[in-house]
């Protein structure tokens, strides 16, 4: 699976920002999706996840209520659509792709596009 990630730049507190991810390759579509970041000195964490089949989304407690992930099938891609952004949300965003997608680990995801970098001025 090839992902390649678009859409980071420089916000202020409580503004909006749209990350979208472009999958390809031959099975992309048994994958599940899923966006990390990972803030300067800390560990990659996860964010949220979709999977291409139902749509079903899975996010980290806390961005419930302020980021959305949603898919394009047409288009092959993913989203990350970010409300209320906070100072805290500031990281390098990574959208990555795995078979199972279960696990929130990020050493357990097998596929990975570039990061994109989110910075939230307060």
């Known amino acids: 699976v090839q992902l390649q990630a678009f859409g980071g730049g420089l916000v202020q507190a409580g503004g909006s920002l749209r990350l979208s991810c472009a999958a390809s390759?031959?099975?992309?579509?048994?994958?599940?999706m899923g966006w990390f970041r990972q803030a300067p000195g800390k560990e990659r964490e996860f964010v949220a996840a979709?999977?291409?089949?139902?749509?079903?989304?899975h996010y980290t407690d806390s961005v419930k209520g302020r980021f959305t992930m949603s898919k394009d099938n047409a288009k092959n891609t993913v989203y990350l659509e970010m409300n209320s952004l906070k100072p805290e949300d500031t990281a390098v965003y990574y959208c990555?792709?795995?078979?199972?997608?279960?696990?929130?680990?990020?050493?357990?995801?097998?596929?990975w596009g570039q990061g994109t970098q989110v910075t939230v001025s307060s």
């Open positions: 990555a792709a795995d078979p199972s997608g279960s696990d929130v680990d990020h050493r357990n995801w097998d596929s």
């Open positions: 390759g031959p099975t992309f579509r048994r994958y599940v």
């Open positions: 979709i999977t291409w089949s139902g749509g079903a989304t």
